[in-house]
């Protein structure tokens, strides 16, 4: 009888994405001959705890080890090579080409290839950027050598370039080290996903003496001591940090005649195959689908990179599994605050063609009454008509991730903003309210939806010969200013000066946060006023937006 020969899989590249495959792969075919060629010294870590190992918050460096060649086949019986490069693809003969620590090169057959060497941080070629103060961060060698920086040369000043993710983490990292931090955005705001209002409420949040935002600048070159910028300023600086983004790394997959995709990453399919069916790519080098438009997309982010390991994996050991493409669902805090965001923007959605709109509310964390409670905000993008669930973004200190993670959890099946009004979510005091902030930004999304009140949009929305109403307490106005040319009649005043409102006249009701206005505007339409709008998201939203002198 003949003999079977066992399926042999080579994966390029550790960490997330090709570790998850591998052990994927041994799951799927015992019987499977499997390797990973790891260039750098670790096969599997946890580099999305860099930054908080940096701050302190992890004290054992040993914990970042996520696998060691060691266990690696201890438990599953799979070959991983560090230090071990790969230096080119012959997809004729199935081969790779692989440089080891001593120099000496060899080739390795497979029957199948999976690509996962992520990205390599960007590096602009900017003055100075070779400094020893200056640093990328990417694996563990860059965490010892920011880390050795810290703890010998003591830096006083950190400036971050990129308001990104990990630009935020680590900003975030050297403060809980003592330092002075800056981070500098080229983009008119941090964190480029957000919208911009979303963006600036962080700002506001997080902006300390000694933590702050520089947005709309381009660092031009680096001196010992200073950063300098396009528009002739400066800052104090004895640690940088480039944070500027990624970029694909997918040369071994060019030379190889693989195709590579609009967003520069390897184009694949559901199954996570390239162009060849043989060779598969995962993770920040994959380009797949976006899941709402189908758009082919680059998400760099570790848990997709998990999932289309664990994909590729199976469907090179046999199986058949296909990856639905990913929403961008993501989570940073930022000193006390936490933003989280899932599915389009506001310009992705109109970019993407959909007719949308948004509301925004602010809530608390948990019951209001129960001690610790702290203010939340969701912005929902929904279609128009439909009221589909497009995208989500919220911001508070409590609860974000629990928010953030059903509404991502919508978007993938399909629900709609009337869905969110009745969704059934645990509630007891100390985690949440009868009705919950999601509840709440159902109730409100709708409402717009339907038409049951007019409303007007702060983002787009700007005063033209409307009657403004501004209904809140007086003190209010005193703490945080108020738009020009409103009216003030409180609320529980309204209903008794109706006659000192024009009947000719379109009237904008507002409050602080909506939801006096939406009141007031229902008194009003109630009252037979036929030309009613209420402002949505209220007075903060609108300075949030810009409407107005403060």
Same mark, same amino acid.
């Given at each position: 009888?003949?003999?079977?020969?066992?399926?042999?899989?080579?994966?390029?590249?550790?960490?997330?994405?090709?570790?998850?495959?591998?052990?994927?792969?041994?799951?799927?075919?015992?019987?499977?001959?499997?390797?990973?060629?790891?260039?750098?010294?670790?096969?599997?870590?946890?580099?999305?705890?860099?930054?908080?190992?940096?701050?302190?918050?992890?004290?054992?460096?040993?914990?970042?080890?996520?696998?060691?060649?060691?266990?690696?086949?201890?438990?599953?019986?799979?070959?991983?090579?560090?230090?071990?490069?790969?230096?080119?693809?012959?997809?004729?003969?199935?081969?790779?080409?692989?440089?080891?620590?001593?120099?000496?090169?060899?080739?390795?057959?497979?029957?199948?290839?999976?690509?996962?060497?992520?990205?390599?941080?960007?590096?602009?070629?900017?003055?100075?950027?070779?400094?020893?103060?200056?640093?990328?961060?990417?694996?563990?060698?860059?965490?010892?050598?920011?880390?050795?920086?810290?703890?010998?040369?003591?830096?006083?000043?950190?400036?971050?370039?990129?308001?990104?993710?990990?630009?935020?983490?680590?900003?975030?990292?050297?403060?809980?080290?003592?330092?002075?931090?800056?981070?500098?955005?080229?983009?008119?705001?941090?964190?480029?996903?957000?919208?911009?209002?979303?963006?600036?409420?962080?700002?506001?949040?997080?902006?300390?003496?000694?933590?702050?935002?520089?947005?709309?600048?381009?660092?031009?070159?680096?001196?010992?001591?200073?950063?300098?910028?396009?528009?002739?300023?400066?800052?104090?600086?004895?640690?940088?940090?480039?944070?500027?983004?990624?970029?694909?790394?997918?040369?071994?997959?060019?030379?190889?005649?693989?195709?590579?995709?609009?967003?520069?990453?390897?184009?694949?399919?559901?199954?996570?195959?390239?162009?060849?069916?043989?060779?598969?790519?995962?993770?920040?080098?994959?380009?797949?689908?976006?899941?709402? $438009?189908?758009?082919? +997309?680059?998400?760099?982010?570790? %848990?997709? /990179? #998990?999932?289309?390991?664990?994909? @590729? =994996?199976?469907? *090179?050991?046999?199986?058949?599994?296909?990856?639905?493409?990913?929403?961008?669902?993501?989570?940073?805090?930022?000193?006390?605050?936490?933003?989280?965001?899932?599915?389009?923007?506001?310009?992705?959605?109109?970019?993407?063609?959909?007719?949308?709109?948004?509301?925004?509310?602010?809530?608390?964390?948990?019951?209001?009454?129960?001690?610790?409670?702290?203010?939340?905000?969701?912005?929902?993008?929904?279609?128009?008509?439909?009221?589909?669930?497009?995208?989500?973004?919220?911001?508070?200190?409590?609860?974000?991730?629990?928010?953030?993670?059903?509404?991502?959890?919508?978007?993938?099946?399909?629900?709609?903003?009337?869905?969110?009004? $009745?969704?059934?979510? +645990?509630?007891?005091?100390?985690? %949440?309210? /009868? #009705?919950?902030?999601?509840?709440? @930004? =159902?109730?409100? *999304?709708?409402?717009?939806?339907?038409?049951?009140?007019?409303?007007?949009?702060?983002?787009?929305?700007?005063?033209?010969?409307?009657?403004?109403?501004?209904?809140?307490?007086?003190?209010?106005?005193?703490?945080?200013?108020?738009?020009?040319?409103?009216?003030?009649?409180?609320?529980?005043?309204?209903?008794?000066?109706?006659?000192?409102?024009?009947?000719?006249?379109?009237?904008?009701?507002?409050?602080?946060?909506?939801?006096?206005?939406?009141?007031?505007?229902?008194?009003?339409?109630?009252?037979?006023?036929?030309?009613?709008?209420?402002?949505?998201?209220?007075?903060?939203?609108?300075?949030?937006?810009?409407?107005?002198?403060?």
């Amino acid at each position: 009888m003949a003999m079977t020969t066992s399926r042999r899989i080579l994966i390029v590249g550790g960490v997330a994405g090709g570790a998850s495959a591998a052990a994927r792969a041994r799951r799927v075919d015992e019987s499977a001959e499997i390797h990973v060629f790891e260039r750098g010294p670790y096969i599997s870590f946890a580099n999305c705890g860099l930054p908080y190992f940096l701050a302190g918050e992890i004290d054992d460096r040993a914990k970042l080890i996520v696998m060691t060649p060691e266990r690696f086949w201890s438990r599953s019986r799979i070959h991983a090579h560090v230090g071990h490069e790969v230096l080119s693809i012959d997809r004729t003969a199935r081969t790779i080409r692989v440089k080891g620590p001593d120099g000496t090169e060899r080739d390795e057959r497979y029957d199948r290839l999976i690509l996962s060497q992520g990205a390599k941080p960007i590096v602009p070629p900017i003055p100075g950027v070779d400094l020893p103060h200056v640093f990328t961060l990417r694996d563990i060698p860059d965490m010892d050598r920011i880390a050795r920086f810290l703890d010998e040369r003591k830096p006083r000043r950190a400036v971050v370039i990129g308001g990104g993710f990990i630009g935020l983490e680590m900003a975030e990292a050297f403060h809980r080290r003592g330092l002075h931090v800056t981070v500098v955005e080229r983009t008119p705001h941090i964190l480029p996903l957000l919208d911009p209002d979303m963006a600036e409420l962080l700002q506001q949040r997080t902006r300390l003496a000694d933590f702050d935002f520089q947005v709309g600048a381009a660092a031009t070159a680096f001196t010992p001591e200073r950063v300098h910028f396009a528009d002739g300023t400066q800052l104090a600086a004895d640690l940088v940090l480039l944070s500027v983004g990624v970029k694909a790394e997918v040369e071994l997959a060019r030379a190889a005649g693989l195709e590579i995709g609009a967003t520069g990453g390897v184009k694949t399919n559901g199954r996570m195959e390239s162009s060849d069916p043989h060779i598969y790519a995962v993770g920040d080098a994959a380009e797949t689908t976006h899941t709402l $438009t189908g758009a082919r +997309a680059r998400i760099a982010l570790a %848990g997709p /990179a #998990n999932r289309q390991g664990r994909i @590729a =994996g199976t469907n *090179a050991a046999g199986g058949k599994l296909t990856y639905p493409g990913a929403l961008g669902t993501s989570i940073v805090r930022v000193l006390t605050t936490t933003v989280g965001f899932t599915g389009l923007n506001s310009a992705q959605a109109a970019a993407a063609g959909f007719s949308a709109f948004t509301s925004m509310t602010r809530d608390f964390s948990h019951a209001h009454y129960y001690p610790g409670a702290t203010p939340i905000v969701i912005k929902v993008i929904a279609e128009e008509g439909t009221g589909r669930l497009l995208g989500a973004q919220v911001i508070g200190e409590q609860g974000i991730d629990k928010r953030t993670d059903i509404l991502a959890t919508a978007i993938a099946g399909k629900m709609s903003i009337f869905d969110l009004e $009745t969704l059934d979510l +645990a509630y007891s005091p100390p985690f %949440g309210s /009868a #009705n919950d902030p999601i509840n709440t @930004a =159902g109730f409100v *999304a709708s409402h717009i939806a339907r038409g049951d009140i007019a409303t007007v949009a702060p983002e787009t929305w700007r005063p033209n010969g409307e009657y403004l109403l501004d209904v809140r307490d007086p003190d209010e106005l005193e703490d945080f200013g108020q738009l020009p040319g409103a009216v003030n009649i409180p609320l529980v005043q309204l209903r008794d000066r109706l006659g000192e409102l024009p009947r000719n006249r379109r009237i904008v009701t507002f409050c602080q946060k909506g939801q006096r206005g939406y009141l007031a505007a229902c008194a009003l339409q109630g009252s037979g006023f036929d030309d009613v709008a209420n402002l949505r998201g209220g007075f903060l939203q609108a300075k949030l937006n810009g409407l107005g002198r403060f």
